[in-house]
């Protein structure tokens, strides 16, 4: 069983920046992407990025290209989220997820592991 952990949430003012962190206890061999998701007070969760297993690729909603970016570090099973510029309406509960299987969920991917998630709260 896969366990996914995120970290790195916290508060921060308008135009601060945060690095979240997603720890795998391992990336099985079948994991096509790593996705990040977020939900927002009030809103459904939605997926926003997400990174090739090989950390070859990576994929960003238009909204966020510039201000997130996401990386994998392969030895450390872990892959980051890198976020600058925040902005009050990025606050939410930020999710991890692996995608084993191509699918029709965000990105072409079935994601079947979650990570509990980490709230994010940007505000002054």
């Known amino acids: 069983q896969v366990q996914l952990e995120e970290s790195g949430g916290g508060w921060v003012q308008p135009g601060g920046s945060l690095r979240l962190s997603c720890s795998a206890s391992?990336?099985?061999?079948?994991?096509?992407?790593i996705g990040w998701f977020r939900q927002a007070p009030g809103k459904e969760r939605e997926g926003f990025a997400y990174i090739h297993s090989d950390g070859g690729f990576t994929w960003y909603d238009s909204s966020l290209r510039g201000r997130f970016t996401t990386s994998k570090d392969s030895a450390k099973n872990t892959v980051y989220l890198q976020m600058n510029s925040l902005k009050p309406e990025d606050t939410g509960v930020y999710y991890c997820a692996l995608g084993l299987r191509y699918g029709q969920d965000f990105g072409g991917y079935e994601f079947d592991y979650w990570g509990q998630g980490t709230q994010v709260t940007v505000s002054s």
């Open positions: 391992e990336f099985p061999l079948e994991t096509k992407a």
